[in-house]
């Protein structure tokens, strides 16, 4: 003859499930597969405040209870232990009925959802940072737009401009999210940039310096800034020459309270006059005030006759070494 009590406390060992039969008293009858977590030994005879700490015990008293007075089953949760170190329990409660059908006691049965309640939480945090980060993005979005319509003339230059901004604002957040919204190298962003519009961006952009890791946010409104300084170079200045090049050097300095900075520095020699090009239009805008105001940090673009100089000072907080 087959054992069906062992069988069916193996069958609960394998599964992780732990069976608890009380009576009306809430003394236990038997008990299988009980947590490693709890009292040591066998609890046969005793009532759940013996084996349990006094708040989770109540707790289980109390449902057990209400099970039995109503007849019908019932479920809750309970965490053993502290917050980091805890253990999570799923507990199913089922009134037993005698051969007369009045309530004898009650089955309990517990699953530990330690793991599960983990991967809850989480997703929880993920999905609040993916909020924050889409509304941040999104807001990047409605000041490029708001700039962009500012200074331009017409619609069809509003959509050209609008398109290329977006396009530069996508290609840094696919370097956001391919390192887990861990942030972009320089190097990264100078290259997601320029490869767009140059064939050989090493060539075209000559990269000097330290090659910091810059947070998301820092990532974002850098690469725009890039994005603004190789179109108006592509325009006016050393890009729209054949075999012309842009000098750009990063480097680590402490500023004045001790604390490190990374200096940006965009160096060119350009075909036209600042005065040439006209009033001051979104990119220039977006360099001196928008992409500094974004990382804290300060900016100033010198464009005269033959040369342009963009200067951005990023402070620590913003980028890793």
Known sequence: MIDEERVLATALKNAGVAVIAQDLELKVRWAHNLPSS??????TGLSDDEFLAPADAEVAMTMKRQAMASGQPSHYEFRQGADDGGRWFSVWLDPQRGSDGIVSGIVSTIVEVTSQKHREQTLRTLLREVSHRSKNLLAIIQSIATQTGR?????EVFLTRFRGRIQSLASSQDLVTSSNWRGATLNELVAGQVSRYCEDPAFSIRLKGVDPYLNPNAALHIGLALHELVINSLSHGALSRPN?????SAALEDDEDGKRAILLNWHENTRVSESAIGDKRFGSVALERVVPASVEGEASLEFADGYLDYRLRIPEGNFEI
């Open 151 to 155: 200074y331009s003339g017409t619609i």
């Open 38 to 43: 709890w009292r040591g030994g066998s609890i």
């Open 244 to 248: 012309g090049y842009v000098g750009l």
